[in-house]
């Protein structure tokens, strides 16, 4: 059993940067691959990024490559997301999930646990 807790959203200006941060319990942290998505409004959850268990090899979707990074810290328990550059259709709802699939980093369904979710908002 894994559980999640996300934190740093908030409200930013366009083009400024958040970073957050996705704590777990549990003692396969450093075991499982770990993803950050996001739901907007009336959208559909989406794939931001990806991280293998090791921290070694990691994924973006082709619109967040280049602004933002995908890091962990196994000694403490913990998954980051540097956001930069941000843009007003960055602004969702950010969730951390964990997964011991070995499928697409890409897919909701292979996932195993989520957490309940930051909002992040980008004025313009």
């Known amino acids: 059993q894994v559980q999640l807790v996300e934190s740093g959203g908030g409200l930013v200006q366009a083009g400024g940067s958040l970073r957050l941060s996705c704590a777990a319990s549990?003692?396969?942290?450093?075991?499982?691959?770990m993803g950050w998505f996001r739901q907007a409004p009336g959208e559909e959850r989406e794939f931001v990024a990806g991280?293998?268990?090791?921290?070694?090899?990691?994924y973006y979707a082709d619109s967040v490559k280049g602004r933002f990074t995908i890091s962990r810290d196994n000694t403490k328990n913990t998954v980051y997301l540097q956001m930069n550059s941000l843009k007003p259709e960055d602004t969702a709802v950010y969730y951390c999930?964990?997964?011991?699939?070995?499928?697409?980093?890409?897919?909701?369904?292979?996932?195993?646990?989520w957490g309940q979710g930051t909002q992040v908002t980008v004025s313009s």
């Open positions: 549990g003692r396969t942290f450093s075991r499982n691959g």
């Open positions: 999930a964990a997964r011991s699939s070995s499928y697409s980093y890409t897919r909701v369904e292979n996932y195993d646990y």
């Open positions: 991280i293998s268990a090791s921290g070694g090899i990691t």
